[in-house]
């Protein structure tokens, strides 16, 4: 057996543990910044394995730092992410493993996140050999959208890194593929609240208010031709408007209304452009109509763009994973957001995408739905890209 099979044979006999770590935190799933039970465990099993590592970073992140053995003039250091949290969903999946927390679920992979990347931390601790440098794995709280990638750089987990890469399970993609793409590969993502102010009378006499639900309706209308007339058709983007409120009575008219919707865009160049835009056609229809308004725009994640020279190396590693080069795709963008960005920001790096999906056995539900699930042996195909990249470049 040459030595790269023999290397994927130990990998793959890590299978039956990856799987119980995956069950346990799946079955104790915490939301964003209360992750305290997950980061014990993860902290038990460092600690069983003699890595080093701190806890309490960003309330409840962890990082740890495996040092490599083999010689080299110029050793690199690599970050390796993943999310430890859950979701506010209510679980729907009669299976053994099945969340305990009530009305909290692990439905978007993030406990096979942290479930590879303990296999990845066992793997690189028990063959330092393999590579130089530094890995810092870092566990991350409150992904879904509540600032952890953040608050970890703000804690410094970045110092002395020359990259970083991550992954995440995805059901869009059947099992045995990897979704790797340089540039942006995920959306921007933020939100928008706006309270229209009118005056209300009776729905008789409509020429003594100021009527907030014919200006939501204007204002609703008009935010769609920033996509159509404002952006270049070549730049994909989304504006939704997902909530509109308004009215108490049929024969009232409404003296205010709420709306709020959801921004997505992939070009960086919008990031200023969009919030500004909306905002001035909500103070535009307001003026016209003699209404006011009240506008809270949250940035919340930047698109996510790979750094072309590190996608190079894991698309080229990931090849060596699967079973055909042609199951390595770049047809993966998404208009779905990950705060992942943050770190891609500030260094080079990659985030890519493990398929986890089996329509066979059932395992398509969609991400954030409540009978999420996925093919457990994309684990293992994780914890083998994530070996084999920094066998790459940190050999």
Not at 50 to 71: C, S
Not at 109 to 118: M, N, P, V
Not at 198 to 227: C, F, R, S, W, Y
Not at 298 to 323: C, G, M, R
């Amino acid at each position: 057996m040459n030595n790269q099979l023999h290397r994927r044979h130990k990998i793959h006999r890590l299978q039956p543990n990856l799987v119980q770590w995956r069950r346990h935190i799946h079955q104790h799933p915490e939301l964003a910044f209360q992750e305290h039970q997950t980061a014990n465990f993860i902290s038990q099993k460092l600690t069983e394995w003699g890595i080093t590592h701190q806890t309490g970073i960003a309330k409840t992140g962890i990082i740890a730092q495996i040092e490599g053995t083999k010689p080299s003039v110029n050793p690199q250091n690599l970050a390796i992410r993943a999310d430890m949290d859950a979701l506010p969903i209510l679980e729907d999946n009669s299976v053994p493993y099945q969340s305990q927390h009530h009305g909290i679920m692990h439905a978007c992979g993030h406990d096979g996140h942290t479930a590879i990347l303990l296999g990845t931390a066992y793997y690189l601790a028990h063959h330092r050999e393999y590579f130089a440098g530094t890995i810092k794995l870092i566990f991350q709280p409150a992904e879904e959208g509540l600032g952890g990638a953040k608050a970890m750089i703000e804690a410094g987990v970045l110092e002395n890194v020359a990259a970083i890469i991550g992954l995440h399970l995805w059901n869009n993609l059947p099992l045995g593929t990897v979704g790797v793409r340089h540039g942006a590969l995920m959306a921007a993502s933020e939100a928008f609240f706006c309270q229209i102010l009118g005056k209300g009378g009776h729905g008789g006499m409509p020429h003594q208010t100021v009527d907030a639900v014919v200006v939501g309706a204007h204002i609703i209308q008009a935010l769609q031709t920033i996509i159509s007339r404002n952006i270049d058709p070549l730049d994909a983007a989304v504006i939704t408007v997902g909530e509109l409120h308004a009215g108490t009575k049929q024969n009232v008219v409404a003296a205010t209304a709420k709306l709020s919707g959801t921004v997505r865009y992939f070009n960086p160049a919008l990031t200023q452009f969009i919030p500004q835009r909306i905002e001035q056609i909500i103070a535009g229809i307001c003026q016209i109509h003699g209404a006011d308004y009240k506008l809270d725009y949250q940035q919340i994640s930047p698109p996510l763009v790979n750094d072309e020279t590190i996608t190079n190396l894991l698309h080229s590693v990931a090849e060596s994973v699967v079973k055909t080069p042609t199951d390595v795709t770049s047809d993966c963008q998404t208009l779905a957001s990950e705060d992942m960005a943050y770190f891609l920001q500030k260094i080079p790096g990659c985030f890519f995408f493990v398929g986890s999906a089996n329509s066979k056995k059932g395992l398509n539900a969609p991400h954030h739905h409540p009978q999420f699930d996925f093919d457990e042996t994309a684990l293992a195909i994780g914890v083998e890209v994530f070996v084999r990249f920094v066998e790459a470049f940190c050999g």
